[in-house]
Nanobody, 125 residues
Framework: QVQLVESGGGVVQAGDSLILSCKAS????????KGWFRQGPGRDREYVGS????????YYADSVKGRFTISVDGAKNTVYLQMNNLKPEDTARYYC??????????????????WGQGTQVTVSS
């Protein structure tokens, strides 16, 4: 089993940058594709981006493309979400997720079976 813990959330102003971390523990050898999702107030959970097993390929939602970057540090078993030029509409609770079955980048939440507790990001105008 895999455990995921997010950190790095906070309150920032529009245009600021923030880095979220997702630390994995447990049977991390079973953690293949990794993704980030978010859920804002009164909104459904939405896909943000993902990275494949090798960490060599990434995919992003159109809403964050060009502003957000996902990376991994295998030695630290950590996935990062670098968020630049944050906007008020980015306000949400951000969740990291891992898949034990999919190695490629996938935007489908159903492909992820490990989830963190989330970290809140609030962007003020």
């Amino acid at each position: 089993q895999v455990q995921l813990v997010e950190s790095g959330g906070g309150v920032v102003q529009a245009g600021d940058s923030l880095i979220l971390s997702c630390k994995a523990s447990g049977r991390t050898s079973n953690l293949y594709a990794k993704g980030w999702f978010r859920q804002g107030p009164g909104r459904d959970r939405e896909y943000v981006g993902s990275i494949n097993w090798s960490g060599e390929s990434t995919y992003y939602a159109d809403s964050v493309k060009g502003r957000f970057t996902i990376s991994v540090d295998g030695a630290k078993n950590t996935v990062y979400l670098q968020m630049n030029n944050l906007k008020p509409e980015d306000t949400a609770r951000y969740y990291c997720a891992g898949s034990s079955t999919t190695v490629t980048t996938t935007p489908h939440a159903r492909e992820y079976d490990y989830w963190g507790q989330g970290t809140q990001v609030t962007v003020s105008s």
